[in-house]
């Protein structure tokens, strides 16, 4: 890092953080008083793009508001994430855009160790790690499985890494000229549009840059319907980035299709050995007790460190995200061919 000591309080430059919020009158309120108390030392402000929520989000966001000068408030109609950034970005009126999650919770100092690093390295953006968070025992297992290789992958700002150029970062410390040029995030992703931009970015001969020393905390989904749901968009989105930019399948991307691919096809087989009595055909029961044997075998290890119902639930969060990508993948890939 560089010798923030000294740099005086004109050196450091204007920060804009943005933050889209829908239906999170439960965490925004810690979010923005997590920015707030940043203690950065040039000149900061908050801009909340607020959609149309179904709870007291939008009372929230006004009373924070109308307690604090530095933070504004736009309207953000649709309740999209890539309008609501766009939206937000228009309001900002300094050279450094941070985003934060309704979600996130800043770790004190990071808005300044985020500024410097970008200073540091001239990067266009600059990110580092999601640390998921969980308060109930389903929370927990979620956010174990979503720091683990078996949940999600090897993504770098999931399980950690070297620091260095990078394909994409959670959240963004960005250079808003950088954001103007290549016209913002891009509002046709209902997902995957910071992964998009990232792309952009590199794309266009920038420069992404990851930090493990970035860490931001992030709340969890607190239920199985609304764990699903957001795997089940997140394969969605997933199988449209790969459309639109082939050259970056991976993997770690195609592996929960093939999967589901796989344990379907077999099912077809079993039910069809147990109606006509052949049992080669039962062996199409093979790839799902495979598959939950894998996740079976593995949560001792994976999941070791978390309370006994925490642990429970493991093997139920990582089958309900591999499963819902999978299928959310394999149904926008069938809708578009349709």
């Keep these: 890092m560089a010798n923030s000591g000294t740099r005086s309080n004109t050196a450091w430059p204007g920060v804009s953080v943005i933050m889209t ?19 950065y030392p040039g000149e900061l402000d908050v801009v909340l793009a607020l959609g149309p929520s179904r709870d007291r989000t939008a009372h929230v966001a006004r009373r924070i508001c109308r307690e604090n000068p530095h933070v504004q408030v736009v309207d953000n109609p649709t309740g999209r994430t890539p309008a609501g950034l766009n939206l937000a970005i228009r309001a900002t009126r300094h050279s450094i855009v941070v985003r934060v999650d309704g979600h996130g919770h800043l770790p004190p100092g990071y808005i300044r160790s985020a500024v410097e690093l970008l200073l540091q390295t001239g990067a266009d953006n600059v990110g580092g790690m999601m640390i998921p968070t969980g308060r109930t025992p389903f929370e927990q297992a979620v956010a174990c499985a979503m720091s683990s290789r078996l949940g999600i992958g090897g ?14 970062v959670y959240l963004g410390v960005f250079r808003r000229d950088t954001l103007e040029r290549l016209g913002g995030f891009d509002e046709s992703f209902t997902r995957a549009q910071d992964w998009e931009l990232n792309h952009r970015i590199r794309s266009a001969g920038g420069l992404v840059w990851f930090s493990p020393d970035l860490q931001v905390t992030y709340r969890p989904r607190s239920s199985w319907r609304a764990l699903a749901t957001q795997f089940y968009r997140t394969g969605q989105w997933r199988r449209e980035v790969i459309r639109r930019y082939p050259a970056t399948a991976s993997f770690r991307y195609v592996a929960p ?8 096809a077999g099912a077809v087989l079993g039910l069809a050995g147990l109606v006509t009595g052949r049992g080669v055909l039962r062996g199409g ?24 119902r925490a642990r429970a639930w493991f093997p139920v969060v990582v089958v309900t995200m591999h499963l819902s990508w999978g299928i959310g993948f394999l149904r926008s890939a069938l809708g578009r061919r349709r």
């Design 155 to 168: 993504a770098r700002f999931h399980v950690g890494g070297e620091a260095g150029p990078a394909e994409t």
């Design 285 to 308: 029961w093979l790839p799902a007790a495979a598959y939950v044997s894998a996740v079976l075998s593995a949560t001792p290890f994976v999941a070791r460190d978390l309370p006994p």
């Design 257 to 264: 299709p093939a999967a589901v691919a796989a344990i379907g």
């Design 21 to 39: 919020v829908l239906n999170e009158e439960r965490h925004l309120a810690e979010a923005v008083e997590a920015i707030l108390a940043q203690e």
